[in-house]
């Protein structure tokens, strides 16, 4: 979850067993989705809907269906990860290639659930198009399916501030390399440092626990442009060089 999303993702051999579980919960503390989520997040199965469906509603995804949203490469049984352990270990060096270690994982996994349509995908995509995080909004108040009732119900709890800022560095990090994406966030964090919203929702969910955070906002359609871009036009920059990293 959050932070170790950002240390898998970039990994070209992502593993999955029956106790992982996948999750962006930011929106739920009224920040965003770092760690390069702007990047990976516009990308999965190279549909942004899928993305901005997960970042802003932090909907978990669990064991199988991480290979079938294609955030996990392979799905080993947790039973067979001790093999798993000792095949890598005796079957790879300093020298051996992605492919290669991607095969030893292979032997091993069973990755069925690839082909296997995600669920609710037709209702995602139509629901979570780039447009605007208000149409969104109004896509899941407008539909009278069951997904749409329960998707709205978990946004409700959510920062609108932080809805309308993930939408954004999403739809952004659709056309940015890593490298810019990780300068983006940094300004986005900084944002953050200025404003009252994340501190209320650590406040709310991790300090006092009432789970009752007091946001700024009732809703995204109080929230001004002007306001989402207080987080992306910052005069703050990151020096650290990713590209030499």
Known sequence: MGGGVGLTWHSPVRIATDNSMYAMPETAIGFFCDVGGSYFLARVKDDISLGLYIGLTGQRVKS?????????????????????????????????????????VGSLSDDAAASE??????????????????????????????????????????????????????????????????????????GYMQHTEFFEGVRALLVDKDKSPQWKHRSVGDISRDEVEFFFNRPEKCNFDITKA
């Open 117 to 190: 349509p995600i669920p609710d995908l037709d209702q995602i995509r139509e629901i979570f198009q780039p447009d605007s995080v208000q149409g969104i909004m109004q896509r899941l108040d407008a539909s009278q399916t069951e997904f749409a009732a329960k998707t709205k119900k978990m946004m409700t709890y959510m920062s609108p501030l932080s809805l309308a800022v993930v939408f954004e560095q999403i739809k952004r990090g659709k056309d940015m390399n890593m490298a810019d994406v990780f300068q983006m966030e940094y300004g986005i964090s900084q």
């Open 64 to 104: 199988r269906d991480l290979v079938k949203w294609g955030i996990a490469t392979h799905f080993v049984e947790s039973a067979r990860i001790p093999e798993l352990y000792e095949r890598l270990q005796q079957g790879v060096t300093a020298q051996s290639t992605d492919a290669e270690i991607d095969g030893i």
